[in-house]
DNA sequence: AGTTCTTTTACAGCATTTATACACATATTT
DNA sequence: AAATATGTGTATAAATGCTGTAAAAGAACT
């Protein structure tokens, strides 16, 4: 199920946004500060992210504008749920790289279905529970993957390794940056760890393997659809 | 770049849509009711659909479930511009599908904005994402290149040099800071390496490849547009 | 202890890159 | 205008270095 950030200053409006996506199925956090928004990026980054613009430490389209600067999150998809209601605070938002942008006061099922249809779009997660790349499905609760129908065994690494892939599904993910996000550590040209896995990926995915490919003296990358 | 149906019956607001997006690059086509739409479907698919509601003579959710039901149409964007404007409306038109959900009247700036938003999250052969010289596109996120619309097979020294090329579309660039900037090391007159890069790149790239001029005791340049 | 997962090691295979040698083109000199 | 010098294009061969693979060693579970 796909985890949602919810950056809002206000209390009321934030457990309202958090209630209202949990009783849908999301799974979400609430940080009421850019602060504490930084500090959960920095353990684990959410499928989607509800942006306030007025926050207390830092403006909303400040804190977008970083977000899509780094290699990790430019791709997640950012609602601003605001009070600028103008049309030109919506245009600047949407122009920003903002994905929509909803105003204050909102109805709560308009919220959902924005956000569902963000979702949807995105291609990556569907009916709020797979992760989807042509013919390879993951996963989240039950930690594993599904290959054309069939169920594939994966291992934790290779779970994550798989993941990494399919959230950036088209995009080369340098050696580097894999190495920083799944094993935390700098590549060393010498290791052929990350090569094993991607080894044993491709063979555990039978035929959809092939949809990793190789871009030499770069990284890895997932062909999708 | 990337090329949008407008279904609207209302001249005016058809009309209005229409020399908008033009005027910020988009190719539109307009529709003044389905059966138009659906023969303008079976010539050619676009990027991106701006679907009214009301017409005179289908419902605009239903053109929209048909558009989802068919392989080759199911993918393509959709926002409703429409006067419908409660809640439920919004979030009946969402959840049947719909990627975004504008209500009339609506600024033109914020349906522009709009669009852009989708088309950046689609990533269709959007113009912005790559980086352009003519009939060559290089897209860094899968760090492959384009040349006449074709997918041409890049290597890194290739893909490194044709990229240092196109930053600098127009501008001379001499053998010195090439082999710098791309091999680091000082340029040495006995070594063939660049020419036979530069001329790899020349081949792989077909007609393009003549874009690639020789400047004579100088360097080369990349003669765009 | 045994099992499963992860990493290391060592090497083969091969795509890419570079070196070599020469043909060709253009400029300069006689 | 011919001869020469200099720089660039091309083909082929050789070298380099990245990736794939298999098997074994090391960790982390049960």
Redesign the pocket.
Known sequence: MALIYIVEDDRTIRETESFALRDVGYRTVECSCAAEFYSRMEEQTPDLILLDIILPDEDGLSILSKIRLEQDTCRIPVIFVTGRVTELDVVKGLDMGADDYITKPFGVMELISRVKALIRRIGVIDENRYLISGQIYLDDERHTAYANKKHV?L????YELLRYLMVNKGIVLS?DSIMEKI?SCNYD?S???L?????SL?KKLGTEGNCIK??????YFLDGE
């Open positions: 065994e291992t934790y690494k290779e050696r094993w040209a290791s052929r760890t090569d094993a896995h991607i080894k491709r190789t871009v030499r003296n770069v990284g």
